[in-house]
């Protein structure tokens, strides 16, 4: 990251804009997210919205009562009466208590310990499996993509285990949830809420009829989400059919971009600082917590949201209900009052108390199915080729709520 000088970085702050960032941005979104910690941590966009770029501000609003995730008032102008806007206001991460409550108990039944753990041999396999395709791949091409070839092939097939989906109707889940997540961004295009609506379609017809299957013959529920989402009662309640749905809708989209991105971004850091790949290759312990470092580093989420019910104190000013909130994850995860010299990429970093999961009540629930897919994959593939030297330039996904990349060119040995 360049190092903006002080008055530098005092205009960066004062002109940023989240709907506007500047074509630079997605390079670089460090510069600017430093220049707003250090100078305007609480920062007022022209919105009225709040953008939280310190630690203790961010964890804080997570645990704050008065913050809610409910989005239905401002989905409303920027959705319409819509597929996208039923979608996003139906999922958990979108909705309070107890509706939340409800929904969140019931999931977290099967993401335990001992779930994860079952499912561990079967993405070992998975994962080798990629890795002898990549190997022929290098042989006839000289090269292979770590996006389209690996990380995003790992996330899919682990997500829609969970959910018991049929290999045959797992191809375009992953189109689906890049249409339906890009059209939260804060400026989307109506090209892109045309993508989003079409894909929350399809997706609804598809799971209306794989629901209705599922019901006929059940699976074990303590293996499978959907079994478990249709069974499970939480104070004598089901779910309806829309919430049902929509709650498997999300899963696949949460569980699958993120984990891509954080296998694509952390292969990538690895290839920018080869003195701690190396660190990493000389001592395999190192993974799970390298994962981590990557997790801060280059979070795959990089905004979270939420509106001030009633008038609460943020940052020590004193905001009115409604307020809306942009809790920055990758401004909070390089805040160097948390984390010592912060743009520093070290494998080894302790403590390392990242907020790349969120914090509080909607806290990642799947967060340790993705540190066990980004400790098999990442272990396995430097184990069998610690040799990796990017080909041309990467191509970054150029949105501000997600950080990845389109592709990612190596050749591998
Ligand atoms: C590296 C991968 C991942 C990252 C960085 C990530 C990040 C996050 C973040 C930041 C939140 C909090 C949202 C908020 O507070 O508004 C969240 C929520 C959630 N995540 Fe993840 N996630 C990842 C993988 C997964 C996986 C693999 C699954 C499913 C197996 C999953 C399921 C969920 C669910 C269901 C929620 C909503 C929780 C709630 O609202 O109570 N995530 N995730």
């Avoid at 996003?88 to 969140?104: A, W």
Wanted: proline share 7%; hydrophobic share 40%; charged share 25%.
């Amino acid at each position: 990251m360049g190092s903006p000088s002080a008055s530098n970085a005092r205009l960066l702050a004062a002109d940023f804009e989240l709907a506007a960032v500047p074509d630079d941005f997605y390079d670089d979104p460090y510069r600017y997210f430093a220049a707003l910690t250090e100078h305007e941590p609480v920062r007022v966009l022209r919105d009225g919205s709040l953008l939280l770029t310190g630690y203790a501000d961010v964890v804080a609003m997570y645990r704050n009562p008065q913050a809610s995730s409910d989005k239905t008032v401002e989905f409303r102008p920027k959705f319409g009466e819509t597929p996208l806007y039923e979608h996003h206001t139906t999922s958990l991460v979108f909705n309070d208590p107890p509706r939340h409550t409800r929904v969140r108990r019931l999931l977290m039944g099967v993401v335990n310990q001992r779930a994860i753990a079952r499912m561990e041999a079967g993405v070992i396999a998975l994962v080798d499996g990629l890795l002898d395709e990549l190997s022929e791949k290098m042989s006839r091409q000289g090269q292979v993509d770590l996006i389209d070839d690996f990380a995003s092939l790992i996330p899919v097939e682990v997500i829609g285990n969970m959910l018991a989906i049929p290999h045959a109707d797992r191809g375009p889940l992953r189109g689906w949830s890049l249409a339906i997540l890009g059209a939260l961004e804060p400026a989307p295009s109506l090209q892109v809420l045309e993508r989003g609506n079409t894909a929350v379609t399809e997706f609804k017809a598809y799971l209306k009829a794989l629901i209705a299957d599922r019901r006929a013959a059940p699976l074990d529920p303590d293996i499978d989400m959907l079994t478990r989402l249709i069974q499970g009662e939480t104070d004598g309640e089901h779910l309806n059919e829309l919430e049902l749905i929509h709650n498997c809708i999300f899963l696949l989209n949460a569980g699958h971009e993120t984990t891509t991105n954080l296998i694509g971004n952390g292969l990538h850091a690895l290839m920018r600082f080869p003195e701690q790949l190396n660190r990493v290759l000389e001592d395999p312990s190192l993974v799970p917590g390298a994962v981590e470092e990557m997790l801060r580093f280059e979070s795959p989420i990089q905004l979270n949201n939420r509106r001030l019910v009633q008038e609460s104190e943020v940052g020590g000013r004193s905001f009115p209900a409604g307020t809306l909130i942009n809790l920055s994850i990758a401004a909070a995860n390089r805040d160097p009052a948390q984390f010592p010299d912060p743009h520093r990429f070290d494998v080894a970093r302790k403590p390392n108390r990242h907020v790349a999961f969120g914090q509080g009540d909607h806290a990642c629930v799947g967060m340790n199915v993705a540190r066990m897919e980004g400790r098999i994959a990442i272990g396995r593939f430097l184990a069998r080729f610690p040799d990796l030297t990017p080909v041309g330039e990467p191509i970054r996904d150029r949105r501000v709520r997600f950080r990845g990349f389109t592709q990612l060119p190596v050749r591998i040995a």
